[in-house]
């Protein structure tokens, strides 16, 4: 099929040049940096550049064909039914089904950036000081959770007394060998304890997350082993290992009352979506699925 001098407008202005063609099952992308695109992704063959912005709260992209007639139209959005993973969390926003009605929310997913990002180790060190809401002995728990919407691997979480002295570890099955009991998963946070996609048989914490963590709910915590607490003018090491998944990348970590509280953003792979490609998030007939789900 020739797209020679088709154009696309809306949120952005572009113009195929003389001799595009799309084969049957085929894929073209555009791009605002196609070299820098081109770099990331070496056979890709990237178009461009287009003109203009697409804004991170909605647009209208239209593609015409040379006679200036609509051929496609999609205006995507940034909250209610479209993907909140594509909304700056990391992943792109991708049709499933070309052959739906694109102007339909529930036809759109973020991509799946979980086959991509990896395991990586976070530890710092810090001295415990007194709280400014106290009392700083009543409570005798870590607690994590996300800044936002978004989904994480956790494993090997650790708090250390005095590593560099008579270490103490203070949590207690802060690797899940034995389900999530010990740890309270509350508001909107959710937790269910699985298998590690990198190591089957290694069974990790998936932490979910709709919404930001706060001071007193919306949180993972866990009370520490043997009745211990933090002791002011001790030495603690926080460590955990994490593996991104989705959405927001930052995971806050911290003792009651808020002391040796750390956010660190998570790593992310580079590389992201499937230009080019099939779409992560494809299926082969979304209308026949909505059919059977709606008779069952």
């Keep these: 099929m020739s797209l020679t001098g088709w154009p696309l407008d809306g949120g952005i202005d572009f113009r195929f040049p003389a001799g595009t063609s799309l084969p049957s099952g ?40 040379a006679a200036d007639n609509p051929a496609d139209t999609v205006h995507y959005y940034d909250d209610g039914r479209w993907p909140k993973a594509a909304d700056g969390g990391g992943s792109s926003l991708e049709l499933r089904d070309p052959r739906a009605d694109n102007s339909v929310a529930e036809n759109w997913a973020a991509s799946n950036e979980s086959n991509r990002s990896g395991w990586k180790t976070y530890s710092y060190e810090g001295v415990a000081t007194a709280s400014s809401v106290g009392p700083d002995f009543q409570w005798k728990e870590l607690v994590i959770g996300l800044l936002d919407q ?47 996609p990198d190591q089957p048989g290694n069974t990790v914490l998936r932490l979910v997350a709709t919404g930001s963590t706060d001071h007193m709910s919306n949180h993972a915590e866990t009370t520490f082993a043997n009745g211990r607490g933090v002791v002011n003018g001790r030495t603690y090491r926080i460590s955990y290992r994490a593996k991104w998944l989705s959405g927001c990348r930052q995971l806050n970590t911290r003792l009651y009352f808020n002391r040796l509280a750390r956010t660190t953003v998570l790593d992310s792979p580079e590389l992201r979506g499937t230009p080019g490609l099939v779409n992560s998030a494809f299926v082969t007939n979304l209308a026949l699925q909505r059919q059977i789900c709606l008779a069952a």
């Design 26 to 65: 085929g894929y073209l992308v555009v791009a605002h940096d196609p070299a820098t695109l081109q770099a990331k992704f070496p056979t890709l063959g990237a178009l461009g550049p287009y003109t203009n912005r697409l804004s991170g709260r909605g647009e209208q992209i239209v593609l015409r064909d």
């Design 150 to 196: 978004g989904e994480v691997l956790l494993d090997d979480l650790s708090v250390i007394e005095s590593p560099a002295g008579t270490p103490v570890q203070l949590l207690q099955n802060g690797s899940f060998n034995l389900d999530a009991r010990s740890w309270r998963i509350l508001g909107n946070h959710h937790g269910s304890v699985v298998d590690d």
